[in-house]
Protein backbone atom coordinates (compact mmCIF):
# COMPACT_ATOMS: atom_id res chain seq x y z
CA UNK A 1 0.00 0.00 0.00
CA UNK A 2 1.72 3.20 -1.41
CA UNK A 3 0.12 5.72 1.69
CA UNK A 4 1.60 3.48 4.23
CA UNK A 5 4.90 2.85 2.39
CA UNK A 6 4.96 7.02 2.45
CA UNK A 7 3.56 7.18 6.25
CA UNK A 8 6.17 5.08 7.53
CA UNK A 9 9.21 6.77 6.00
CA UNK A 10 7.64 9.92 8.23
CA UNK A 11 6.72 7.93 11.43
CA UNK A 12 9.04 4.62 11.60
CA UNK A 13 6.91 2.02 13.49
CA UNK A 14 4.78 3.88 15.78
CA UNK A 15 1.72 4.05 13.29
CA UNK A 16 -1.08 1.52 13.66
CA UNK A 17 -3.63 1.32 10.94
CA UNK A 18 -7.79 0.37 12.28
CA UNK A 19 -10.49 0.36 9.71
CA UNK A 20 -14.18 0.21 9.65
CA UNK A 21 -15.32 -3.30 9.53
CA UNK A 22 -17.75 -2.49 6.85
CA UNK A 23 -14.03 -2.43 4.28
CA UNK A 24 -13.37 -4.98 1.99
CA UNK A 25 -11.49 -8.22 2.87
CA UNK A 26 -7.99 -6.78 1.74
CA UNK A 27 -8.32 -3.46 3.53
CA UNK A 28 -9.11 -5.86 6.64
CA UNK A 29 -5.68 -8.39 5.54
CA UNK A 30 -3.89 -5.55 5.50
CA UNK A 31 -5.07 -3.95 9.21
CA UNK A 32 -4.90 -7.13 10.69
CA UNK A 33 -1.35 -8.19 8.75
CA UNK A 34 0.24 -5.01 10.50
CA UNK A 35 -1.32 -5.52 13.73
CA UNK A 36 -4.76 -3.81 14.06
CA UNK A 37 -8.42 -4.15 14.19
CA UNK A 38 -11.48 -3.39 12.56
CA UNK A 39 -13.92 -1.31 14.65
CA UNK A 40 -17.62 -0.59 14.39
CA UNK A 41 -19.72 2.87 14.60
CA UNK A 42 -20.03 1.52 17.85
CA UNK A 43 -16.95 0.29 19.04
CA UNK A 44 -14.78 2.68 17.89
CA UNK A 45 -14.22 4.91 20.71
CA UNK A 46 -13.07 1.57 22.56
CA UNK A 47 -11.19 0.75 19.23
CA UNK A 48 -9.12 3.83 19.31
CA UNK A 49 -8.19 3.84 23.11
CA UNK A 50 -6.92 0.53 22.11
CA UNK A 51 -4.81 1.56 19.12
CA UNK A 52 -3.42 4.21 20.54
CA UNK A 53 -2.08 1.94 23.74
CA UNK A 54 -0.40 0.17 21.15
CA UNK A 55 1.67 2.85 19.17
CA UNK A 56 2.04 6.24 19.45
CA UNK A 57 -0.03 6.84 16.27
CA UNK A 58 -2.68 5.47 14.83
CA UNK A 59 -4.13 5.12 10.81
CA UNK A 60 -7.89 5.53 10.50
CA UNK A 61 -9.62 3.93 7.42
CA UNK A 62 -11.57 5.00 5.19
CA UNK A 63 -14.16 7.47 6.98
CA UNK A 64 -12.21 10.52 8.48
CA UNK A 65 -15.70 11.99 10.03
CA UNK A 66 -16.02 8.81 11.81
CA UNK A 67 -12.09 8.83 12.93
CA UNK A 68 -11.82 12.36 14.17
CA UNK A 69 -15.19 12.87 15.83
CA UNK A 70 -14.35 9.71 17.62
CA UNK A 71 -10.89 11.07 18.68
CA UNK A 72 -12.01 14.37 20.16
CA UNK A 73 -14.20 12.36 22.05
CA UNK A 74 -11.13 10.98 23.57
CA UNK A 75 -9.94 14.56 24.19
CA UNK A 76 -7.50 14.41 21.00
CA UNK A 77 -7.02 17.80 19.47
CA UNK A 78 -7.69 18.57 15.99
CA UNK A 79 -4.33 20.35 16.02
CA UNK A 80 -2.98 16.70 16.52
CA UNK A 81 -4.91 15.59 13.66
CA UNK A 82 -3.77 15.08 9.64
CA UNK A 83 -5.29 13.95 6.31
CA UNK A 84 -3.85 11.43 4.32
CA UNK A 85 -5.12 12.41 0.47
CA UNK A 86 -4.89 9.52 -1.45
CA UNK A 87 -5.54 11.02 -4.91
CA UNK A 88 -2.94 13.93 -4.19
CA UNK A 89 -0.89 11.44 -2.01
CA UNK A 90 0.20 13.48 0.67
CA UNK A 91 -0.17 14.18 3.70
CA UNK A 92 -2.48 16.95 4.41
CA UNK A 93 -1.16 18.53 7.80
CA UNK A 94 0.22 22.30 8.88
CA UNK A 95 2.91 21.97 11.61
CA UNK A 96 5.66 19.53 13.49
CA UNK A 97 4.54 15.91 12.23
CA UNK A 98 5.77 14.72 15.35
CA UNK A 99 2.58 16.62 16.78
CA UNK A 100 0.22 14.00 14.81
CA UNK A 101 -1.34 11.44 16.66
CA UNK A 102 -4.34 10.29 14.95
CA UNK A 103 -3.78 9.99 10.35
CA UNK A 104 -7.16 10.16 8.86
CA UNK A 105 -7.92 8.55 4.93
CA UNK A 106 -9.57 11.44 3.25
CA UNK A 107 -12.81 9.06 2.24
CA UNK A 108 -16.20 9.84 4.18
CA UNK A 109 -19.86 8.06 3.51
CA UNK A 110 -21.68 9.84 0.95
CA UNK A 111 -25.18 10.13 2.73
CA UNK A 112 -23.55 11.18 6.31
CA UNK A 113 -21.42 13.97 4.89
CA UNK A 114 -24.71 15.50 3.26
CA UNK A 115 -26.10 16.95 6.41
CA UNK A 116 -24.77 20.34 6.91
CA UNK A 117 -24.99 22.65 9.72
CA UNK A 118 -27.55 24.71 7.63
CA UNK A 119 -29.92 22.07 8.09
CA UNK A 120 -29.15 22.25 11.52
CA UNK A 121 -29.80 26.08 11.48
CA UNK A 122 -33.21 25.06 9.48
CA UNK A 123 -34.36 23.04 12.07
CA UNK A 124 -33.54 24.84 15.36
CA UNK A 125 -35.22 28.17 13.35
CA UNK A 126 -38.38 26.04 12.62
CA UNK A 127 -38.63 23.39 15.68
CA UNK A 128 -37.75 25.18 18.61
CA UNK A 129 -38.28 21.94 20.66
CA UNK A 130 -36.73 19.43 18.68
CA UNK A 131 -33.41 17.59 19.61
CA UNK A 132 -31.07 17.10 16.58
CA UNK A 133 -29.49 13.52 16.87
CA UNK A 134 -26.46 12.43 14.41
CA UNK A 135 -24.25 9.49 13.40
CA UNK A 136 -20.92 10.32 13.47
CA UNK A 137 -19.50 9.84 10.52
CA UNK A 138 -21.11 13.04 9.94
CA UNK A 139 -18.46 15.80 9.77
CA UNK A 140 -17.43 17.48 12.81
CA UNK A 141 -19.26 20.41 12.25
CA UNK A 142 -22.50 18.74 12.28
CA UNK A 143 -21.78 16.42 15.37
CA UNK A 144 -20.68 19.83 17.52
CA UNK A 145 -23.71 21.37 16.44
CA UNK A 146 -25.87 18.76 17.53
CA UNK A 147 -27.72 17.61 20.48
CA UNK A 148 -26.69 14.23 20.38
CA UNK A 149 -24.18 11.68 18.47
CA UNK A 150 -23.69 8.43 18.39
CA UNK A 151 -23.77 4.91 16.37
CA UNK A 152 -27.37 3.19 14.83
CA UNK A 153 -27.50 1.50 17.86
CA UNK A 154 -27.61 4.48 20.24
CA UNK A 155 -29.78 6.43 17.77
CA UNK A 156 -32.42 3.60 17.90
CA UNK A 157 -31.95 3.22 21.27
CA UNK A 158 -32.28 6.70 22.10
CA UNK A 159 -35.44 7.13 20.45
CA UNK A 160 -36.63 4.08 21.82
CA UNK A 161 -36.16 4.97 25.45
CA UNK A 162 -37.58 9.06 24.64
CA UNK A 163 -40.94 9.97 26.28
CA UNK A 164 -43.90 10.15 24.14
CA UNK A 165 -44.36 13.48 22.63
CA UNK A 166 -40.84 14.53 22.00
CA UNK A 167 -39.51 15.99 19.03
CA UNK A 168 -36.52 14.50 17.16
CA UNK A 169 -34.63 15.25 13.92
CA UNK A 170 -32.08 12.53 12.68
CA UNK A 171 -29.19 12.68 10.93
CA UNK A 172 -28.83 9.26 9.38
CA UNK A 173 -29.16 7.01 6.48
CA UNK A 174 -32.88 7.63 5.08
CA UNK A 175 -34.58 4.37 5.05
CA UNK A 176 -33.50 3.66 8.99
CA UNK A 177 -35.30 7.17 9.65
CA UNK A 178 -38.64 6.31 8.11
CA UNK A 179 -38.06 2.56 9.84
CA UNK A 180 -37.81 4.69 12.82
CA UNK A 181 -41.13 7.35 12.15
CA UNK A 182 -43.37 4.33 11.63
CA UNK A 183 -42.15 2.44 14.39
CA UNK A 184 -42.70 5.45 16.84
CA UNK A 185 -45.82 6.99 15.79
CA UNK A 186 -46.50 9.01 19.64
CA UNK A 187 -42.70 11.11 18.37
CA UNK A 188 -42.69 13.84 16.31
CA UNK A 189 -39.69 12.67 13.83
CA UNK A 190 -37.99 13.50 10.65
CA UNK A 191 -34.80 13.82 8.73
CA UNK A 192 -32.29 16.14 9.78
CA UNK A 193 -32.06 16.34 5.52
CA UNK A 194 -35.52 15.35 4.39
CA UNK A 195 -34.26 15.52 0.84
CA UNK A 196 -31.29 13.12 1.31
CA UNK A 197 -31.05 9.77 -0.91
CA UNK A 198 -31.13 6.96 0.47
CA UNK A 199 -28.03 5.01 0.54
CA UNK A 200 -27.64 2.90 -2.45
CA UNK A 201 -24.64 -0.10 -0.60
CA UNK A 202 -27.44 -1.18 1.60
CA UNK A 203 -30.20 -0.83 -0.39
CA UNK A 204 -28.78 -3.59 -2.28
CA UNK A 205 -29.72 -5.60 0.39
CA UNK A 206 -33.13 -6.59 0.64
CA UNK A 207 -35.82 -9.48 1.38
CA UNK A 208 -36.15 -10.75 -2.72
CA UNK A 209 -32.33 -10.96 -2.92
CA UNK A 210 -32.19 -12.31 0.19
CA UNK A 211 -35.41 -14.89 -0.39
CA UNK A 212 -34.05 -15.91 -3.75
CA UNK A 213 -30.66 -16.82 -2.61
CA UNK A 214 -32.51 -18.90 0.27
CA UNK A 215 -34.46 -20.58 -3.12
CA UNK A 216 -30.97 -21.47 -4.87
CA UNK A 217 -29.41 -22.49 -1.50
CA UNK A 218 -32.44 -24.92 -1.12
CA UNK A 219 -31.70 -26.01 -4.77
CA UNK A 220 -27.99 -27.26 -4.51
CA UNK A 221 -26.94 -24.10 -6.11
CA UNK A 222 -24.73 -21.53 -4.24
CA UNK A 223 -25.47 -17.46 -6.07
CA UNK A 224 -22.65 -15.24 -6.54
CA UNK A 225 -20.17 -16.82 -4.33
CA UNK A 226 -17.22 -14.78 -3.22
CA UNK A 227 -14.02 -16.68 -2.78
CA UNK A 228 -11.45 -14.83 -0.21
CA UNK A 229 -7.86 -15.77 -1.12
CA UNK A 230 -6.34 -17.56 1.87
CA UNK A 231 -4.10 -15.40 3.02
CA UNK A 232 -5.99 -12.59 2.55
CA UNK A 233 -8.79 -14.53 4.82
CA UNK A 234 -6.38 -15.12 7.48
CA UNK A 235 -5.20 -11.68 7.73
CA UNK A 236 -8.60 -10.24 7.68
CA UNK A 237 -9.84 -12.57 10.42
CA UNK A 238 -6.84 -11.23 12.31
CA UNK A 239 -8.09 -7.60 12.43
CA UNK A 240 -11.85 -9.21 13.43
CA UNK A 241 -10.53 -11.13 15.85
CA UNK A 242 -8.35 -8.56 17.83
CA UNK A 243 -11.57 -6.34 17.95
CA UNK A 244 -13.94 -9.41 19.34
CA UNK A 245 -11.33 -9.29 22.02
CA UNK A 246 -12.02 -5.98 23.08
CA UNK A 247 -15.76 -6.49 22.99
Not at 14 to 42: D, M
Not at 57 to 77: C, K, M, W, Y
Not at 79 to 107: C, T
Request: proline residues 4%; glycine residues 4%; aromatic residues 6%.
Amino acid sequence: MEAWEQLTSYFGDTLLPLTYVNSTAAIKAFVGKHGGATVTSSNAKKMVKWALAQKQRLLFLPDQHLGRNTAVELGISLKQMAVWDPIAKKLEYDGNRENIRIVLWKGHCSVHENFTTENIEQVRQHHRNMKIIVHPECTYEVVQQADLAGSTKYIIETIQNAPAGSEWAIGTEMNLVNRIIKQHPDKHIISLNPFMCPCLTMNRIDLPHLLWTLEELQRDHVPNQIIVDENIAENAKLALDRMLAQS
